[in-house]
């Protein structure tokens, strides 16, 4: 079982940025389809953002052109840039393989606010 450890969340005023890096443990971390999510307060976990092993992405049409994923697979880590936040983007984030899902880590909390 993979252990994923998320971090660079922080307070940040909208329209700034900040980029969030995911830390996995184990081999072959290469091998899988890995993915951010975003939990909101009252609301559900949400895919925000898909990055196959081949490199190929998705996104959330919600953050589209605004957040860019990606890996590097010699030290296990996924990335989450994040520019232009908006206060909608405020949430608890967190990485995990695409599908399916490993353990969840304790998360990054990102609060976007004046």
């Known amino acids: 079982q993979v252990q994923l450890v998320e971090s660079g969340g922080g307070l940040v005023q909208p329209g700034g940025s900040l980029r969030l890096s995911c830390a996995g443990s184990?081999?072959?971390?290469?091998?899988?389809?890995m993915a951010w999510y975003r939990q909101a307060p009252g609301s559900q976990r949400e895919l925000v953002a898909r990055?196959?092993?081949?490199?190929?992405?998705n996104y959330a049409d919600s953050i589209k052109g605004r957040f860019t994923i990606s890996r590097d697979d010699a030290k296990n880590t996924v990335y989450l840039q994040m520019n232009s936040l908006k206060p909608e983007d405020t949430g608890a984030y967190y990485c995990?393989?695409?599908?399916?899902?490993w353990g969840w880590g304790q998360g990054t909390q990102v609060t976007v606010s004046s």
């Open positions: 184990g081999s072959n971390f290469r091998l899988y389809h």
């Open positions: 995990n393989r695409y599908w399916p899902n």
């Open positions: 990055l196959t092993s081949a490199g190929d992405t």
